[in-house]
Each structure stands twice: as structure tokens, then as C-alpha cells.
């Protein structure tokens, strides 16, 4: 996967693009002399509407460093102890948070929200309630071609789906534990390299 904190190649405007716009608005401007002030200013106003519309930023928090963390204020030595362990990061809320939107940008968040699935599942009160949590899980994350499956080895798979015929409270323990490991090895380490995280090391959320 990509850099999570570089903006999308279509989103990104050069140089040489912004002067031949520049160009273009100026010739325009040029060859229609003969129009009033007032013709401008309903210009001006329709150009900043136009700029205020949300299409015009989408995707704008993906460059900027801080953009992880712009829910919660967090500090330099939190986020030091985020760096200790994955863990730790994932057993503080705002730690949590801050790595759910980085898997986002790295459009794979597929895999920390079916360990959240896993934990409120893990936390049911009744044995009535495991069941049905335990088919959405299933069906949403782990049977071939769900809408946001998660990389499982095939005896993983296997041995959930046979667990969630009659669920307990461990019935995605080994599910969870594999994606927990990859999440671990692999967009932890990224997440930890990112300039999100290295500005909250510097005090800058």
C-alpha cells in the first residue's frame, strides 16, 4: 500500500497546470473589456461559492500532518507510549482512533474494524446475543467475497466458520489473533513512520 499521507495522484495540481489556468482566466478576462464592474464582482462571488463547495477539499486532510488526531488533542508522551507496543496503542481510545483514520487513508481499514467486531463481541452480555453478532461478523468480514473481507489463511478461515455453527465468546479468538499479528507487522510499522505520528512526537496535533 501507499504512503497513507501523500495525496492522491488526482488531487495533486502542478505547477505548470496552475499557470495555464492563470492564463487562460487572464485571456478571458482580456477579451471581454467592454463588461462592467458589476459583471466581475457576479464573477467573484460565483468563484467563491463555487471554491466553498466540499468537492474542492475532498481528500485536503490526507497532506496535512496532524489531520490523525484533529478529534482528540494528544501529547508528545502519549504518544510515545503509542510507539511501544501495538498494544498500547490500540488499548487507549485516542490511540485507536488515531489508527483507524490512518488505515482509512491506507483504504484497508477493513482489518481494525473486524478486531472493534471482535472486542464488542468478545464483551456480549448474553448467550443469546453471540449468535447473530457471530453470522454479521462472519458475513461481513471472514465467508469468501464479503464486503469487507479480511486476509485469512484458509485453515483459519475453516476453523472459524465451523466455531460460529456454535458460538462462544472465542469463537473469532484465532481470526482475530491473525489479523491483530498482521495489522502488527505490517500497518503498525507504517503508522509509526508516518508524518502524522512523527508531528504528535514533535507537539504538533
Same mark, same amino acid.
Not at 7 to 33: T, V, Y
Not at 102 to 121: G, H, P, R
Given at each position: 500500500?501507499?504512503?497513507?499521507? *501523500?495525496?492522491?495522484?488526482?488531487?495533486?495540481?502542478?505547477?505548470?497546470?496552475?499557470?495555464?489556468?492563470?492564463?487562460?482566466?487572464?485571456?478571458?478576462?482580456?477579451? /471581454?473589456?467592454?463588461?462592467?464592474?458589476?459583471?466581475?464582482?457576479?464573477?467573484?462571488?460565483?468563484?467563491?461559492?463555487?471554491?466553498?463547495?466540499?468537492?474542492?477539499? #475532498?481528500?485536503?486532510?490526507?497532506?496535512?500532518?496532524?489531520?490523525?488526531? @484533529?478529534? #482528540?488533542?494528544?501529547?508528545?508522551?502519549? #504518544?510515545?507510549? =503509542?510507539?511501544?507496543?501495538?498494544?498500547?496503542?490500540?488499548?487507549?481510545?485516542?490511540?485507536? /482512533?488515531?489508527?483507524?483514520?490512518?488505515?482509512?487513508? /491506507?483504504?484497508?481499514? /477493513?482489518?481494525?474494524?473486524? =478486531?472493534?467486531?471482535? &472486542?464488542?463481541?468478545? @464483551?456480549?452480555?448474553?448467550?443469546? &446475543?453471540? *449468535?447473530?453478532?457471530?453470522?454479521?461478523?462472519?458475513?461481513?468480514?471472514i465467508q469468501k467475497d464479503a464486503p469487507k473481507e479480511v486476509n485469512l489463511d484458509w485453515h483459519t478461515r475453516?476453523?472459524?466458520?465451523?466455531?460460529?455453527?456454535?458460538?462462544?465468546?472465542?469463537?473469532? &479468538?484465532?481470526?482475530?489473533?491473525?489479523?491483530? #499479528?498482521?495489522?502488527?507487522?505490517?500497518?503498525?510499522?507504517?503508522f509509526l513512520r508516518s508524518a502524522a505520528y512523527l508531528s504528535l512526537l514533535r507537539g504538533h496535533s
Open positions: 500500500m501507499e504512503n497513507p499521507l *501523500l495525496l492522491l495522484p488526482q488531487l495533486n495540481i502542478s505547477a505548470s497546470e496552475d499557470k495555464a489556468h492563470f492564463r487562460a482566466m487572464r485571456s478571458a478576462g482580456r477579451e /471581454e473589456p467592454q463588461k462592467g464592474n458589476t459583471g466581475a464582482k457576479q464573477k467573484r462571488n460565483r468563484l467563491s461559492l463555487l471554491l466553498q463547495r466540499p468537492e474542492f477539499h #475532498a481528500g485536503d486532510h490526507l497532506g496535512k500532518p496532524g489531520s490523525l488526531t @484533529k478529534a #482528540a488533542s494528544v501529547s508528545p508522551e502519549e #504518544a510515545v507510549k =503509542w510507539g511501544e507496543s501495538f498494544d498500547k496503542l490500540l488499548s487507549e481510545k485516542a490511540g485507536l /482512533e488515531a489508527f483507524t483514520k490512518f488505515l482509512k487513508t /491506507e483504504f484497508s481499514e /477493513e482489518n481494525i474494524e473486524f =478486531w472493534i467486531a471482535c &472486542e464488542d463481541y468478545k @464483551k456480549s452480555k448474553s448467550a443469546q &446475543e453471540l *449468535l447473530p453478532k457471530a453470522k454479521t461478523i462472519f458475513e461481513t468480514f475453516e476453523v472459524t466458520r465451523v466455531a460460529v455453527g456454535q458460538p462462544g465468546r472465542g469463537a473469532f &479468538e484465532a481470526a482475530q489473533r491473525r489479523v491483530f #499479528a498482521l495489522m502488527e507487522q505490517d500497518s503498525y510499522r507504517r
